[in-house]
């Protein structure tokens, strides 16, 4: 068997049981990073699940110039910073440039390489020098072989805390499809595979100015993912998806999460009961 690297000191493995990175797409505002932040730990720590509290600070890649890209960047880096001291809850954010990094790296956990800049050597090795947890998304464009490259430009650094996330693959205008033998290639790399059910289901710039998606298949996509014994499930969630600020249609409604994640972790300790949760 591979040796399988461990986020330290979150614990982070494809051979332990998984943790779930979840919270809305972008900052909205304030109220809604602390309802969504407190309702899923709440849920994972009833569960037993491990979790990271993920929102991003900012969005670049927008499909309209009208679409909502933030509150500014440091205004929704205080709040991520005030509810990861008020919970104690680990986050996780999005970065698109070296002066991005450079701000919100004193403050998150982790940070996380959009899918569309995995491919920029200066910005994922500038993530990686942190030594900061670094979640690498696999661009729409590349093959899961091809994300061996980006995984040894991050750890020419030093940084052995790598992820690599799957998120779906371009088929033909305005969808993605996913190849599960995806996720079982990335975990032979012998690093943490995470797999993002929400962003798998979207419809790329399918509606007028803006992405779509179909939400209800995402718990279906992350069920098959735990089938392979995967690291973490990333699932972006809002209370009120049809209003969200960015993402919404593939986002989950915060009410139905609970009842999602009881049979995620049921199924994860089915595949993983011989390495983890044997008695």
């Known amino acids: 068997m591979i040796s399988q690297h461990v986020i330290q000191p979150y614990g982070i493995s494809n051979e332990a049981p998984f943790t779930l ?41 927008r499909t309209s110039v009208n679409s909502f890209t933030g ?10 910073a005030d509810v990861k001291q008020d919970l104690g809850v680990p986050v996780i954010t999005d970065v698109h440039d070296q002066a991005m990094i450079d701000l919100v ?11 569309f800049l995995c491919r920029q050597t200066s910005l994922v090795q500038h993530a990686a020098a942190t030594q900061l947890p670094v979640n690498i998304k696999k661009g729409q464009f590349l093959s899961p072989k091809d994300m061996q490259h980006v995984l040894t430009k991050a750890l020419a650094t030093g940084n052995r805390n790598i992820m690599l996330c799957e ?8 969808n993605l499809v996913v190849d599960f033998r995806g996720l079982a290639i990335m975990k032979s790399m012998g690093f943490p595979v995470v797999f993002d059910a929400t962003h798998s289901v979207q419809l790329p710039g399918a509606g007028d100015g803006k992405s779509q998606g179909e939400r209800v298949y995402a718990p279906i996509l992350a069920k098959a993912s735990l089938s392979v014994g995967i690291a973490a499930v990333f699932m972006e969630t809002h209370p009120k998806p049809e209003v969200a600020l960015s993402d919404g249609p593939n986002s989950i409604r915060l009410a139905d999460m609970k009842q999602h994640l009881e049979s995620f972790y049921e199924l994860d300790a089915l595949v993983k009961k011989d390495l983890v949760y044997a008695d």
Do not use: H, W
């Open 21 to 61: 990175i979840s919270g809305p797409c972008v900052v909205e505002s304030r109220d809604l990073v602390y309802e969504v932040a407190t309702t899923l730990q709440a849920m994972c720590r009833e569960l037993g699940i491990n979790y990271v509290f993920k929102a991003s600070v900012e969005k670049a890649n």
């Open 71 to 80: 509150l500014g960047r440091e205004k929704a880096l205080n709040i991520l």
């Open 167 to 174: 998120r779906g693959s371009c088929f033909g205008y305005n």
């Open 105 to 115: 790296a004193p403050v998150v956990d982790f940070l996380q390489i959009p899918a």
